[in-house]
C-alpha cells in the first residue's frame, strides 16, 4: 500500500545526512537513524520505514565501505561471509516482517535497540 508521506524533500535529505554521518562515525545508520526518523518525520508507517531504510542504506554502505578500504579498515573475509549470511537472513526476516502488526513491530525494534544499547554500554 502507498501511503502519502508526511516529510518534504528536504527533510529526507536531511535524514540522509544524518544517517550518513553515523553510519560513517558509528557503523550504525539504517534501523537506528533512518527508521525512527522516518517514522517520526514522514509519519511513515514502521514498515514503509524499514523497506524505505534497507532501500537507502546500500548507498550509504557502499560508500562508508569504500571509505574505511582505502584506510584498510576492512576485512574482507569477514565481510564476504556477513553478506553470504545476510542474503540468506535477509528475505526471511522482510518475510517475517510483512506477517508481522504494526505495534509488534516496533516492540521488535524498539527492544532491539534497548538491549544492543545496553549491551554495548556494559561491554
Known amino acids: 500500500m502507498i501511503q502519502e508521506e508526511r516529510g518534504r524533500p528536504g527533510q529526507f535529505l536531511a535524514v540522509g545526512v544524518l544517517s550518513g ?53 576492512v576485512d574482507a573475509g569477514v565481510a564476504l561471509l556477513l553478506a553470504a549470511g545476510s542474503l540468506l537472513g535477509a528475505p526471511a526476516g522482510a518475510r517475517w516482517m510483512a506477517g508481522m502488526s504494526e505495534g509488534a513491530l516496533k516492540a521488535w525494534f524498539g527492544s532491539l535497540v534497548v538491549v544492543v544499547g545496553v549491551v554495548m554500554i556494559l561491554r
Request: aromatic fraction near 4%; proline fraction near 4%; avoid cysteine.
Open 21 to 73: 554521518l553515523f553510519s560513517g562515525l558509528l557503523g550504525v545508520g539504517g534501523g537506528i537513524v533512518i527508521v525512527p526518523l522516518l517514522v517520526i518525520v514522514a509519519g511513515m508507517s514502521q514498515h514503509r520505514a524499514h523497506a524505505t531504510s534497507l532501500a537507502a542504506i546500500v548507498p550509504i554502505a557502499a560508500v562508508g565501505a569504500i571509505t574505511f578500504a582505502a584506510e584498510g579498515e
